[in-house]
C-alpha cells in the first residue's frame, strides 16, 4: 500500500497510541497488550512494529523470542489491521518488516497461531505466506470475549514460517491420501448471528481437521473455496 511505513517503536506515547489501535481492532474490553508489557518487550529486544499512513497507525505487530524445532525464533503474538484497510497490503507489509527483522537477528523461524475458522486469516497465511501447519491446539487462550472471538472456544493453529528459504521437507513415500476440510464463509460474522452454528463448526473443524492432525496428519494447503486440503490421519 502507498504510503504506509512500518517502523519499530520504543517510544511511550506511540507505544500507547499502538495498544489503543490494536484494541480497537479487536474490540476488546480490556487491553490487548498492555502499554507497559510493550515498552517491557521493546525494550528488552522484542518485537514491536507500527504501520504507520502519514501519522496514523493503521495496524501493529507484537512478537517475543522463542524456539522452534530447537532453534531461535521469533513468535509473533498479535498482529492486525484497522478494518478499513484489510485487504489493501499493510497486513502483508507487516508481515515482510517481521520477516526482515528476524533474519537479522539471526533467527530460523517465526510462528503464530490462528484461527482455523477464519478463512481469510487460513489463506493468507498458508498461501500468500508459504507459513507450514505445525500444530492444533484445543481452546488455547480459553474464552476471550472481545468482539472478534466473542465467546467462542479459541481453538488455534500453530503455524512456522522459515525465515530463510530451506529445503527441509520430508519428502513423500508415496501418493498421500487426502481429504479436503470445509470452513465457514465468514465465522466472525456467524459468531453474532448464531453462536450455536459457530460452535458447531468448531466442534466439527477440532474433529475434522485436528484429530487429523494428532494421528499425523499434514495440511498440504488452503484452496480458494476455503478447504483445507489434509493428508489422511485417524479421525472419528
Not at 494421528?215 to 489422511?232: H, Q
Amino acid at each position: 500500500m502507498s504510503g504506509v511505513e512500518v517502523r519499530l517503536v520504543d517510544d511511550a506515547a506511540e507505544l500507547r497510541r499502538l495498544g489503543a489501535v490494536l484494541d480497537q481492532i479487536w474490540g476488546a474490553s480490556l487491553p490487548v497488550v498492555t502499554p507497559e508489557v510493550l515498552r517491557a518487550l521493546a525494550h528488552t529486544g522484542g518485537y514491536v512494529a507500527a504501520a504507520h499512513d502519514g501519522a496514523e497507525i493503521v495496524g501493529g505487530s507484537v512478537g517475543f523470542l522463542a524456539r522452534h524445532r530447537g532453534e531461535p525464533a521469533l513468535h509473533s503474538q498479535v498482529t492486525g489491521v484497522v478494518a478499513g484497510l484489510r485487504g489493501s497490503g499493510v497486513g502483508h507489509a507487516l508481515k515482510r518488516h517481521q520477516r526482515a527483522w528476524a533474519a537479522a537477528q539471526g533467527l530460523g523461524w517465526i510462528t503464530w497461531t490462528f484461527d482455523p475458522l477464519v478463512r481469510r486469516n487460513a489463506w493468507f497465511n498458508l498461501q500468500v505466506l508459504g507459513a507450514r501447519v505445525e500444530e492444533y491446539l484445543v481452546d488455547f487462550y480459553g474464552r476471550i470475549g472481545d468482539a472478534i472471538n466473542g465467546s467462542d472456544e479459541t481453538d488455534r493453529l500453530l503455524v512456522a514460517w522459515a525465515v530463510a528459504e530451506r529445503d527441509d521437507t520430508e519428502a513423500p513415500s508415496g501418493p498421500a491420501p487426502t481429504i479436503e476440510v470445509p470452513t465457514p464463509d465468514d465465522i466472525v460474522a456467524l459468531r453474532r448471528t448464531d453462536p450455536d452454528a459457530a460452535m458447531a463448526w468448531r466442534r466439527r473443524l477440532r474433529r475434522e481437521l485436528g484429530t487429523r492432525l494428532a494421528a499425523g496428519g499434514r495440511v498440504l494447503r488452503f484452496t480458494p473455496a476455503g478447504t483445507y486440503v489434509v493428508t489422511e490421519g485417524a479421525a472419528a
